[in-house]
């Protein structure tokens, strides 16, 4: 098992169309065919195809202030500018894993990153002898907008390595066993070289050709198409939401202020009331009887009789007491809000996902349905048409017709 990490970046969208296409000619605009793809698969993510995986992914990561807003979390720190991680599974030349196996060394991978609940894009390749996997994950929690900081990520996915090979009960990298023993004994690794990937040279060189990132760039009509249905239903999801949670928040502290006050007020009855009962026996025993809440707090002021302000430490500490159950109360209710208003955006966005693929299907059927006009337009100009019989006139024999 050879892990290997391509690096972080800022484009789904590309490191996408590399591992779900062949490498392009120089001469094409873009990647035309997948040959080399055994399979994809996706996970935490609204949809199983894989080419609207980067899509939205992108906006999970565009969204990030807003998912923190939702899960009450403080919006701290830099902006993040590469929220994509890529990296790559392999196993050796006599390894023939299924896909199984393959999706269950993805997801043990990305635990051992920590990225487990995050967005990830899986593309099996078989273009070389070796098989393997390339993993896009989103360095960006879906759940509450913050990114995954992956410190050690290179040494976390080692010692997995190493873990997988045992589990298969045969060490195929002995100097990774060698170095992860070194590192925790404090002593110097031996480190092998870290070359560029195979195709870093090829991109390079196309990358100079005029005019081809600007091509490469160009979106197609059917993408335009699918990407504002996303947007529109994408916006008008956010728009309930805003909507939605900040007037349930209003009612919230509405409700928070008038149980503030009455909690205010019955703290202060019962300071007065007790003032005045606990200064004889009689008034204390029908605290005792008629109030079963303050049967404990007059026991301790019972207790006291000897202090006469022993009464109020206790009162005060009863009265802290359930001026934190309130507020935790209401902390609990605004949790809520923010649970549930979230998973209506998440919901909503699956919605907007199916709209849009809809959208989407729509065009290319109505697509289908023009080529087939024009193929039956070409066929009907191909009929030839017999020319009716001219008659002929006097000079030419007449009163006959002329084939």
Not at 18 to 42: F, I, K, M, N
Not at 102 to 109: G, I, K, N, P, Q
Not at 349 to 367: P, Q
Request: hydrophobic letters at 30%; a positive charge; glycine letters at 8%.
């Amino acid at each position: 098992m050879i892990p290997k990490i391509n690096g972080l970046g800022r484009s789904f969208a590309g490191v996408a169309a590399y591992c779900l296409h062949d490498a392009p000619e120089p001469a094409d605009r873009r990647p035309r065919t997948s040959e080399r793809v055994g399979w994809a698969d996706t996970r935490n993510l609204a949809t199983f195809q894989p080419e609207r995986a980067a899509r939205l992914m992108a906006a999970t990561a565009r969204a990030a202030p807003d998912l923190k807003r939702l899960a009450g979390v403080a919006r701290t720190g830099r902006k993040l500018a590469k929220p994509v991680l890529h990296y790559s599974l392999s196993w050796a030349q006599d390894e023939a894993p299924d896909k199984g196996e393959m999706s269950r060394a993805v997801d043990e991978s990305l635990e051992a990153l920590g990225l487990v609940g995050h967005e990830a894009l899986i593309v099996a390749h078989e273009d070389t002898e070796h098989p393997h996997v390339h993993v896009i994950a989103n360095r960006v929690d879906p759940e509450t907008g913050k990114a995954a900081t992956l410190d050690n990520s290179k040494l976390q996915l080692s010692r997995w390595a190493e873990g997988y090979e045992r589990e298969q009960g045969r060490i195929r990298c002995e100097r990774r066993v060698e170095n992860n023993e070194r590192r925790r004994e404090g002593r110097e690794v031996v480190r092998g070289p870290s070359g560029r990937p195979r195709h870093w040279a090829r991109v390079r060189r196309e990358g100079m050709q005029p005019g081809r990132a600007r091509r490469a760039r160009k979106p197609r009509r059917e993408d335009q198409v699918d990407m504002e249905a996303w947007r529109y239903g994408e916006a008008d999801a956010w728009e309930t939401v805003s909507g939605g949670r900040e007037r349930n928040f209003r009612n919230l502290e509405t409700r928070a202020r008038k149980e503030w006050a009455d909690l205010h007020k019955r703290q202060e009855e019962m300071r007065q009331r007790l003032d005045r009962e606990s200064r004889t026996v009689l008034g204390r025993l029908r605290i005792w009887q008629l109030d079963r809440s303050l049967r404990e707090l007059a026991g301790a002021i019972r207790g006291r009789e000897d202090l006469v302000e022993g009464w109020r430490e206790d009162l005060d500490r009863y009265h802290r007491d359930e001026r934190a159950e309130l507020g935790k109360a209401h902390g609990e209710r605004a949790r809520e809000i923010e649970r549930g208003w979230g998973k209506f955006y998440r919901n909503r966005l699956v919605e907007a996902e199916r709209r849009a693929w809809s959208v989407r299907e729509t065009m290319r059927e109505r697509e289908r349905e023009q080529a087939r006009e024009r193929e039956r337009g070409r066929t009907i100009t191909r009929i030839v048409v017999p020319r009716p019989p001219r008659p002929r006139g006097p000079e030419r024999g007449g009163g006959g017709f002329e084939r």
